[in-house]
């Protein structure tokens, strides 16, 4: 156990439904997934970190997202909302340069970048988006803006970055070709010297998820998308119940990975639901996957991830790649995790060693 940090132990915040649950589970094979799913990077592997019991509770995608959970937190100790803690948080992503997230991140086919990013926020179920958006610095406020000020969910394109600028939004002319450019030197400077490369190149979405003292439930996303995505191309990230659900009465859930392979199966929506059903956040991730990966061709190797919390303040991730990093963010606790993927979980199972 990492010092100073009370966690209650796994299956102490016994969720409702159990009978059902433990059925359910049973019948998909799930359960069986449901032992020892997380290990921290550092410290123990201890199955008490899969419930902080402790509210506020942020998480989100990728070793980045640790700097954006803690201004997440900071955003609500001075008395902001969840919807501005994950706005705050994100921001910080989206002008950090890190992975796919901003207008550092990976240009499309065209040499351009096309941002996707959305928000949601639990208790009035409410949900804004942008798609495609150019040369906007903080698409996920230009969500917010969407959802707050607009009788839409979901702009696109040139209409999504006027909407931005008569929002006062920060603008750039990005240099599309300058931009490429650069993009192309570090990718040419990458296969030269591979220890350079950083990790989950092409898969840097940022989700992030909030779980308020008051019980209140929200989230966001933003990215790039993939690198060298087809201009005009949209992937699971803005889309709702695809790269990010929220529903107050359950959870969260966020998606990182190549988002065709979410959008088919509303993978987040899908996660949502079966905790509504019983299931952890690390169950429900894992479950969803295994759907997913049980029908695509691609099979495990879908290149997916998921991040989850619950309204209990339980939280969870799987990955149907390979060692898929997280961060978690408490008052007393901050740290990046990592979960096992489905093929480790499968040799796991097999060998019998599932506690
Ligand atoms: N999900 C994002 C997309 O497909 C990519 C990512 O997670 O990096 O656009």
């Not at 990492?2 to 132990?9: L, N, P």
């Not at 032992?35 to 550092?42: A, F, N």
């Not at 921001?91 to 351009?112: D, F, I, K, M, W």
Request: glycine share 14%; with cysteine.
């Amino acid at each position: 156990m990492i010092a100073g940090v009370h966690f209650a132990k796994r299956g102490f915040i016994l969720p409702p439904m159990m009978t059902s649950r433990r059925s359910f589970i049973t019948r998909t094979g799930a359960a069986l997934a449901g032992g020892s799913l997380l290990h921290p990077v550092r410290g123990t592997a201890d199955d008490s970190l899969t419930s902080s019991g402790e509210r506020p509770l942020i998480v989100s995608t990728w070793p980045f997202g640790k700097a954006a959970n803690e201004r997440a937190l900071e955003t609500l100790t001075s008395g902001g909302s969840a919807l501005d803690a994950v706005e705050q948080g994100i921001r910080l992503t989206e002008s950090s340069g890190n992975g796919s997230v901003g207008l550092s991140g990976r240009p499309n086919a065209a040499g351009v970048v096309q941002l996707d990013a959305c928000i949601m926020s639990g208790p009035e179920h409410r949900a804004g988006s942008v798609a495609g958006i150019e040369g906007i610095v903080h698409p996920i406020s230009a969500a917010r803006r969407v959802m707050e000020k607009t009788p839409h969910v979901m702009l696109v394109g040139q209409g999504a970055r006027l909407f931005a600028i008569e929002q006062g939004l920060e603008a750039v002319n990005s240099d599309a070709t300058t931009r490429h450019e650069a993009w192309h030197a570090a990718r040419m400077a990458e296969q030269a010297n591979p220890s350079t490369k950083s990790s989950g190149q092409d898969h840097d979405t940022i989700a992030l998820l909030v779980l308020n003292a008051d019980g209140t439930v929200a989230g966001g996303c933003s990215t790039s998308g993939l690198s060298g995505k087809l201009p005009g191309r949209v992937g699971d990230s803005p889309i709702i119940g695809s790269g990010l659900y929220v529903d107050n009465e359950v959870g969260a859930a966020g998606a990182t990975g190549v988002g065709e392979n979410v959008m088919r199966y509303c993978g987040t929506f899908l996660v949502v639901e079966l905790m509504r059903q019983g299931l952890t956040p690390t169950e429900a991730c894992t479950e969803a996957l295994r759907r997913m990966a049980a029908k695509d061709p691609r099979g495990e190797a879908l290149s997916v991830s998921f991040v989850a919390l619950d309204k209990h303040g339980r939280f969870g991730a799987a990955t149907a790649g390979q060692g898929f990093q997280f961060a978690v963010t408490t008052p007393s606790f901050s740290q990046v995790l990592t979960s096992r993927g489905l093929g480790e979980l499968r040799r796991v199972v097999e060998g019998g060693n599932v506690r």
